[in-house]
């Protein structure tokens, strides 16, 4: 819409003579919004002094891209979202999160953001977990949106159809490695692993590859076939190689103020299509600091 002035006015009036049925604050947030200009030039201010001959435009409202809503989203709900459909929701966990709830009912955790992200989208949106990560670890993680998604994903991780790879900074010298425990939690949740196989006990598989070492530390590329609680803290410390950060099982240094444990691949099926895929997420580059390819 535009409009070629006859006389000397204000900017607001003249929106007013152009839009008459719209209120002063909504011809404000016309000019807030970058909709106005004068002589093809964007104002902002309404007392702005056009002049006679000027021509005043109002521009229609841009239209949001869903990207773009889904990005505002996601970042209100502090979340980093790396693929997001109609069946599943993929993400970056940052560490000291925990994935979901413990009986302590605790409010922020990376399911509780997701959810609420999701009902922004849709009012009754929701997301299913179907794996978790130690409060401790960061990296990817997928969620399902849909129930189907989510017996989908389930089955695949009890088959042990999904790839899980991860890097993890250990202090000390380490050679490739794999390890077949058992695992059994205590009653105060610290895992530890089994002589024997017992009812209470858990199998935990997990294989480690050296991608960088040095003298006092050595980052592993790491595969678990099993999802089991602390797996692959505990594999390493029995390694004689703990976490670097991991004082619970026997770490002494803290290097970045965290556990150095990051899931960095994620593979499976789309339960959807069936096709496979794959996402990836960056783990600190510090933790390679001082370190040398083997």
């Known amino acids: 819409m535009k409009k070629k002035l006859n006389q000397d006015t204000t900017l607001l009036d003249v929106l007013k003579t152009m839009q008459p049925q719209a209120s002063t604050n909504v011809l404000r947030k016309m000019l807030t919004n970058q909709r106005v200009t004068v002589d093809e030039i964007i104002i902002h201010r309404a007392k702005h002094l056009v002049l006679q001959g000027q021509v005043v435009e109002i521009h229609p409202k841009q239209k949001i891209s869903v990207e773009e809503v889904r990005e505002h989203n996601a970042k209100s709900h502090n979340l980093d979202i790396l693929f997001e459909d109609e069946d599943i929701l993929v993400v970056d966990k940052p560490a000291g999160l925990l994935s979901v709830a413990t009986d302590k009912l605790e409010q922020d955790t990376l399911h509780h953001r997701c959810v609420e992200y999701c009902r922004s989208e849709k009012k009754n949106g929701w997301c299913f977990i179907v794996h978790r990560l130690d409060k401790a670890t960061s990296g990817i993680m997928v969620f399902a949106k849909t129930e189907a998604a989510k017996q989908d994903l389930q089955e695949q991780f009890a088959q042990r159809l999904v790839h899980r790879h991860y890097?993890?900074?250990?202090?000390?010298?380490?050679?490739?490695?794999?390890?077949?425990?058992?695992?059994?939690?205590?009653?105060?949740?610290?895992?530890?692993?089994?002589?024997?196989?017992?009812?209470?006990?858990?199998?935990?598989?997990?294989?480690?590859?050296?991608?960088?070492?040095?003298?006092?530390?050595?980052?592993?590329?790491?595969?678990?076939?099993?999802?089991?609680?602390?797996?692959?803290?505990?594999?390493?410390?029995?390694?004689?190689?703990?976490?670097?950060?991991?004082?619970?099982?026997?770490?002494?240094t803290n290097l970045h103020g965290r556990i150095c444990l990051h899931a960095v691949a994620l593979e499976f099926l789309h339960p959807l299509t069936d096709d496979p895929v794959r996402f990836e997420s960056e783990y600190n580059p510090a933790w390679r600091h001082g370190l040398k390819n083997p």
Not at 206 to 229: C, K, P, Q
């Open 167 to 252: 890097v993890a900074l250990v202090e000390g010298k380490s050679q490739s490695g794999r390890a077949d425990h058992h695992l059994v939690e205590d009653k105060n949740l610290r895992v530890h692993v089994s002589e024997k196989k017992t009812k209470t006990s858990k199998r935990a598989i997990t294989m480690w590859d050296v991608l960088a070492e040095g003298e006092d530390e050595t980052l592993l590329s790491v595969i678990i076939e099993t999802g089991r609680r602390h797996q692959i803290r505990v594999a390493l410390a029995e390694n004689g190689t703990p976490v670097v950060g991991d004082k619970m099982h026997g770490a002494t």
